[in-house]
């Protein structure tokens, strides 16, 4: 099996309440139950490269998948989006109302409606 780079795996830093003790979390989500701890986030995040090499050498041991790191994928900003004639003729429309491309407009529109949905 390819060595896996152990930096190249998403960390998310949280910190526990007080009445939970105060300390700092880092956890992988890439790997179920990989995680461990610091007084400090920087410390958190130093100790959690060692969680993940040995998360993944216990499980090559056990003979079990690695997942890839999910931070390492690309993504090329293109897709194929097919819509009803109605739509794409509303969508040109107004996009050449306000004089924008209508990549700009698809764009612009589905960032809102994330930024809604999200909020």
Same mark, same amino acid.
């Given at each position: 099996? !390819?060595?896996?780079?152990?930096?190249?795996? !998403?960390?998310?830093?949280?910190?526990?309440?007080?009445?939970?003790?105060? @300390?700092?979390?880092?956890?992988? !989500?890439?790997?179920?139950?990989?995680?461990?701890?610091? @007084?400090?986030?920087?410390?958190?995040?130093?100790?959690?490269?060692?969680?993940?090499?040995?998360?993944?050498?216990?499980?090559?041991?056990?003979?079990?998948?690695? +997942? +890839? +790191?999910?931070?390492?994928?690309?993504?090329?900003?293109?897709?194929?989006?097919?819509? +009803?004639?109605?739509?794409?003729?509303? /969508? @040109?429309?107004?996009?050449? @109302?306000?004089?924008?491309?209508?990549?700009?407009?698809?764009?612009? /529109?589905?960032?809102?409606? /994330?930024?809604?949905?999200?909020?």
């Amino acid at each position: 099996m !390819p060595e896996i780079d152990p930096t190249l795996y !998403p960390v998310q830093v949280r910190r526990l309440p007080a009445d939970e003790g105060g @300390a700092w979390i880092a956890e992988v !989500p890439d790997l179920p139950g990989c995680l461990s701890d610091g @007084a400090t986030q920087e410390e958190a995040f130093a100790n959690v490269r060692g969680a993940i090499v040995s998360w993944i050498e216990a499980a090559e041991d056990l003979g079990r998948e690695v +997942p +890839p +790191p999910s931070g390492s994928e690309s993504y090329s900003g293109q897709w194929r989006v097919r819509t +009803p004639k109605s739509l794409h003729r509303r /969508l @040109a429309e107004r996009a050449k @109302a306000e004089g924008v491309s209508l990549n700009t407009l698809a764009v612009t /529109l589905m960032a809102e409606g /994330l930024g809604r949905r999200e909020a």
